[in-house]
């Protein structure tokens, strides 16, 4: 009985230890992204080909600047329903504009 405890326990702090990793392994979102809808959309969508920090580097662009380099990020293999297209779009256009 106490080997079936420990076996348990053990099990247990692997589990712990599993779930506190992966939730560290997602990226952090830059402090420099403003708060607003579809942020975390934006970061997640982003990061999947370079560092948030590029796309606050770039801020200042018009609807239309961001609309035109969403479209070079497709070329460059991102892939987005036009659904969220047009909520990065928003984000982008709202939070990060001239």
């Not at 990061?47 to 239309?64: K, M, P």
Request: hydrophobic fraction near 45%; include cysteine; glycine fraction near 10%.
């Amino acid at each position: 009985m106490r080997t079936l405890r420990l076996s348990f326990g053990a099990i247990g702090a692997m589990l712990l230890t599993l779930a506190a990793g992966g939730a560290s392994a997602q990226p952090a979102i830059d402090a420099r992204m403003p708060v607003g809808p579809n942020r975390e959309l934006v970061a997640r969508v982003c990061t999947g080909c370079h560092d948030l920090g590029n796309l606050v580097a770039t801020a200042g662009r018009s609807r239309d600047g961001w609309s035109v380099k969403i479209d070079d990020m497709v070329l460059y293999g991102l892939k987005v329903t036009p659904e969220q297209r047009a909520l990065i779009l928003d984000y982008l256009a709202t939070y990060l504009p001239p």
